[in-house]
Each structure stands twice: as C-alpha cells, then as structure tokens.
C-alpha cells in the first residue's frame, strides 16, 4: 500500500498526469457533444482548437522566460503571472470571435461567446501553474490543470445527462480553482515589488512573439479548413487531434519537462521514447481500425487510406519539430530563437496560404500539412547547426533590455 501511494504521488507531480487528464477532458467534451449534443460539436472542436491558446501564450510569458533565467529576482512571481494573464485577455477574446466568425459564419454571438468563455477563464489558471511552479511545488501546481480537467469531465456528463450544452461544461471547475488560488494567495514578501502590466508581458517578450505567430497558424488551420471543406473538415481535424490524444499527452510532456529543465534536459529520456512509441501505437489504429475512427466522427471514419497516412507522417514530423524548436529555445539567444521561431510559422502559414487556392477535401489539407512540416524540420535543423551555445542567461535587473543577444 505504501508503495502505490508513493507511486501515486509520484504520478501526481509529473507532467504525464496533468497532460492525460486535460486530453482525456478534451476526449470527453467531444464524445459527449458527438452522442448528445450534435449541433454544437463544430463548436466543441473549434473550442479544444482555440484552447491552445492560454496554454502556449502563459507557457510562453511566464513559464519560458522563467527557464531562462530572465525574471527579475525583485519581482513577486505570483503578481506578475496575474497580471500577464490579465494582458493577454483582450486579445485572446479578439482572436477567438474573429475564428469562430470564420470558421462557422453560422453560430449566433451567444454561441461564440458561451464557447469561449473557458478558453478566456483557462488564461489565469494557466499563469498561476507556471508561478506556483516555481515559487512553491510542482505538485501543488500540478492541482490546478488536474482538478479543471476533473472538474471538465463530471460537469460534462451531467450536463449532457441534464441536456445543457457541454461547450461550457468546464466553468463549474475553473471557477472554483480560481476561487481557491484568490483565498491561498500570499502575502506580498519584503522588498517584492508588483511589476506593471507592461514590464509583466515585456520580459517574456521574445517567446511571446514567436508564440503568437505559432498560435496564428493553430488557430488559422481550423478556421481555413471550415471556409474551404465546410464544417466536417473542423470536426475532422479535431477528430485526428483527439484520436493522437494519448501521443500529445506524452509530447507535451516532453515540452513540459524540457522548459522545467532548461539545459538540464538530455536529448533521450524515457519520456521522448514513449512519445515515439505512443505515435507508433496511434497511428497503427487509426489506419487500419476503421471502427476505432467511427467512434470519434463518421466524417473520419470515411477518410481514405491515404489521407490518413499523410496525417500520421504529419504528426511524427511535428514531434521532432517541436523537440527541435524547445531545445532551440533553451539554448539560443532569444533573439535568434525568434527570427527561428517566426521563419518556422511563416512556412507553415505559407503553406496554409497556398492551400486557398487548390485545397477543396480534407484529403488534400492533411497531404499540404505533411509537406509544410518536413520543410519546418529542416529550418529548425538548419538553425541549430548554426548557433552556438551560449552562456546561460542571467537574471535580469533594473535597466537590463529583454531579448539581448
């Protein structure tokens, strides 16, 4: 017994747990809007799209430039994770109607607003995980994701039982986590200072741009994807993202770990093994167990043999990309690291770009995706076999300019 709980305490500071529930949150939102509720699943899926929002834009405000070493020791860490969720509010809200405007013209302002609405809300939730992260216990950290993602998958069935609509089913849950952190804040420590909203979003400015533009091209696929092939190709895409699910929960590990790290990381690791074996796994079933595909979407279960082999080749290219972008990151000046991060978007945005003019089916989407990655691996290849290690960065103090080479 001792032992499954030191094991379950171990599970529970790790990154694979938080990763596995937010997917399997996500799994579930989708089948339950697939079974239940059926004339919102376009927007569920275009929901668990824009949902990567929050995660990369705090991971990259907060969390990179924390693995950095650029945070100023005289700031107050919690107040300036706050305070960066709050400036990037307005824009993700702008971000969000503008896609859903794009993407399904035919949902009313109330849909568009009620579906964003966790998206807007995950914000904080994300940047007191990355503060909490550092100031106390990745395990107390590791509570918010898991009990949203816990607290997503009880409302959602309920919900659904009860015929309320499961695009919201997350808010009951976010909510009272954000209730939890305002009653355990700390106390302003002496000699902390709060840092402007300005200064709080500037020292994460390098990764933030490059973030942005990344972010631009996730949020841009769905949104081309529904203008060109009509509302299956967004419940598709979701549909493939979800059925990769246990193969992102891994791979985001993998980002996770190597962010906490920073240089400490190596490049083989038994999380990076199961990342490959878990892409390996997937993708075998969703080629050849057609019923397996039926359970997410009958749109997906349709798709040829073909199609599907150019998504699969398409996720294992994104896995080394991605690999290849985080150890960049860590290594390089930032910015170099965003003159990498802004070429990799803009050969994936070219692609999406060119797609307008020839990409009527999902088919020929998922064969442009495959291509546009293989390029993306190779710039990244490219630029890393041009920098040279640097020193590590120092923290920074008053007077000292982000982003310095």
């Given at each position: 017994m ?8 171990k599970?529970q500071?790790?990154q ?28 569920v899926?275009?929901?668990?799209a ?7 834009l705090?991971?990259?405000l ?15 860490v ?11 509010i307005?824009?993700?809200a702008v971000?969000?109607?503008v896609?859903?405007?794009?993407a ?5 302002w ?26 106390r ?16 998958i009880?409302?959602g ?8 609509r ?5 808010v009951?849950?976010q ?6 952190l ?25 990764y933030f ?13 769905p ?6 092939a ?16 246990p ?9 996770r770990e ?17 990342t490959v ?12 167990l057609?019923?397996?595909r ?53 050969i994936?945005?070219?692609g ?20 546009c990655?293989?390029?993306?691996v190779?710039?990244?290849a ?6 040279a ?9 008053e ?7």
């Amino acid at each position: 017994m001792t032992h499954l709980l030191r094991v379950a305490r171990k599970l529970q500071g790790s990154q694979l747990s938080v990763q596995a529930l937010s997917r399997l949150a996500s799994v579930c939102l989708f089948l339950l809007a697939s079974w239940a509720d059926g004339s919102r699943l376009p927007l569920v899926a275009l929901q668990g799209a824009l949902l990567a929002l929050p995660f990369t834009l705090m991971e990259s405000l907060i969390g990179r430039p924390i693995s950095a070493g650029l945070l100023p020791r005289h700031w107050d860490v919690e107040s300036w994770a706050r305070r960066a969720a709050a400036a990037s509010i307005p824009p993700v809200a702008v971000i969000g109607c503008v896609s859903a405007a794009v993407a399904l013209p035919g949902v009313t302002w109330t849909d568009r607003l009620l579906m964003l609405t966790p998206v807007l809300l995950q914000l904080p939730l994300e940047g007191a995980f990355w503060a909490m992260a550092h100031t106390r216990t990745t395990s107390r950290a590791n509570l918010i994701p898991q009990v949203v993602a816990a607290g997503t998958i009880v409302c959602g069935l309920v919900f659904a039982l009860a015929g309320v609509r499961v695009d919201i089913a997350a808010v009951p849950g976010q909510v009272a986590v954000l209730a939890w952190l305002l009653a355990t804040r700390k106390r302003l420590t002496a000699g902390a200072v709060r840092p402007g909203y300005w200064a709080s979003v500037r020292v994460g400015a390098a990764y933030f741009v490059t973030a942005s533009v990344d972010l631009a091209y996730s949020v841009a696929l769905p949104s081309v994807a529904g203008a060109l092939a009509g509302p299956e190709a967004v419940i598709v895409l979701r549909a493939m993202d979800l059925a990769f699910g246990p193969f992102h929960v891994t791979l985001s590990a993998t980002t996770r770990e190597d962010v906490v790290l920073g240089r400490k990381t190596r490049w083989i690791n038994p999380t990076r093994l199961l990342t490959v074996a878990g892409w390996a796994f997937v993708s075998a079933i969703v080629l050849f167990l057609p019923w397996v595909r039926g359970l997410l979407a009958d749109d997906l279960r349709r798709l040829g043999f073909l199609a599907l082999a150019a998504f699969c080749a398409y996720k294992g290219l994104l896995m080394f990309s991605t690999w290849l972008s985080v150890r960049h990151m860590i290594w390089a000046p930032p910015r170099r690291y965003v003159v990498s991060g802004i070429g990799s978007r803009v050969i994936a945005l070219g692609g999406l770009a060119v797609s307008v003019f020839w990409v009527d089916r999902t088919e020929q989407l998922f064969v442009q995706l495959l291509i546009c990655e293989a390029l993306v691996v190779a710039w990244f290849a490219h630029r890393i076999a041009r920098t040279a290690a640097t020193p590590a960065a120092v923290p920074l103090t008053e007077g000292t300019s982000v982003g310095a080479s």
